[in-house]
């Protein structure tokens, strides 16, 4: 996954059990948004997420790669004005404390060092 020159992880711990909070991901964050607004399912994928495509805001299409239920969903920016060369993400689940800890890794190569997408 580490093709890129920028790596980013953020972690929160949620109270569900690994099974459930993947679900949760897969239907309220990658199809319905995660209240960032509704993304257009263009290509349904497997029932693990695997294959799915989703374009998002400005006509950016991001496509899960891998996934393996319960475990990881590692996904993609495949097309659209997004200013990286090359971008891969892994959001990870792991059981922790009776609930759920969630890794999102993105590893990414910025197109230009004058406009950085990390503000």
């Given at each position: 996954?580490?093709?890129?020159?920028?790596?980013?992880?953020?972690e929160?711990?949620?109270?569900?059990?690994?099974?459930?909070?993947?679900?949760?991901?897969?239907?309220?964050?990658w199809?319905?948004?995660g209240?960032?607004?509704?993304?257009?399912?263009?290509?349904?994928?497997?029932?693990s997420?695997?294959?799915?495509?989703?374009?998002?805001?400005?006509?950016?299409?991001?496509?899960?790669?891998?996934?393996e239920?319960?475990?990881?969903?590692?996904?993609?920016?495949?097309?659209g004005?997004?200013?990286?060369?090359?971008?891969?993400?892994?959001?990870?689940?792991?059981?922790?404390?009776?609930?759920?800890?969630?890794?999102?890794?993105?590893?990414f190569?910025?197109?230009?060092?004058?406009?950085?997408i990390?503000?």
């Amino acid at each position: 996954m580490d093709g890129g020159s920028v790596t980013v992880k953020e972690e929160q711990f949620v109270r569900l059990e690994v099974e459930s909070c993947y679900e949760m991901f897969l239907e309220v964050v990658w199809r319905q948004g995660g209240g960032l607004g509704a993304p257009r399912i263009v290509e349904e994928g497997e029932p693990s997420g695997r294959h799915c495509a989703r374009r998002v805001g400005l006509c950016i299409v991001e496509r899960i790669q891998e996934a393996e239920r319960g475990k990881f969903i590692e996904y993609t920016i495949d097309k659209g004005p997004w200013p990286t060369s090359y971008n891969r993400a892994r959001v990870s689940f792991e059981a922790l404390d009776g609930g759920t800890l969630v890794t999102w890794r993105s590893n990414f190569t910025q197109l230009s060092s004058r406009v950085s997408i990390l503000g």
